[in-house]
């Protein structure tokens, strides 16, 4: 299993950043992702999650009506547009998957840092 992110960067506060994962090695169609962050000092936080079919979506309360989780199963990859963004948004971000494989594993990409700064 790969996941590897791409699309962070430093952004000014009220901008906007595409956050994409590519995910390869397991059935992506049958799986939910999601993305999660990490901030200095602070534990990994679920940021969004999306069904394997995309109809299913949540979203940390930080997050609603500002971020927007996606999926693309042809292409594999799993994307979080995220708009409005605040200086606490800052993190590094990483795409997340838990795969059966004579039992329940999980994997995470390298994450993509995202700075929001002035």
């Known amino acids: 299993v790969q996941l590897v992110e791409s699309g962070g960067g430093l952004v000014q506060p009220g901008g906007s950043l595409r956050l994409s994962c590519l995910a390869s090695?397991?059935?992506?169609?049958?799986?939910?992702m999601s993305w999660y962050r990490q901030a200095p000092g602070k534990e990994r936080e679920l940021v969004a999650t999306?069904?394997?079919?995309?109809?299913?979506?949540n979203y940390a309360d930080s997050v609603k009506g500002r971020f927007t989780i996606s999926r693309d199963n042809a292409k594999q990859s799993v994307h979080l547009q995220m708009n409005s963004l605040k200086p606490e948004d800052t993190a590094v971000y990483y795409c997340?998957?838990?795969?059966?494989?004579?039992?329940?594993?999980?994997?995470w990409g390298q994450g993509t840092q995202v700075t929001v700064s002035s």
């Open positions: 997340y998957v838990s795969v059966y494989r004579l039992g329940w594993r999980e994997y």
């Open positions: 090695g397991f059935a992506f169609g049958t799986y939910g």
């Open positions: 999306i069904t394997s079919a995309g109809v299913g979506v």
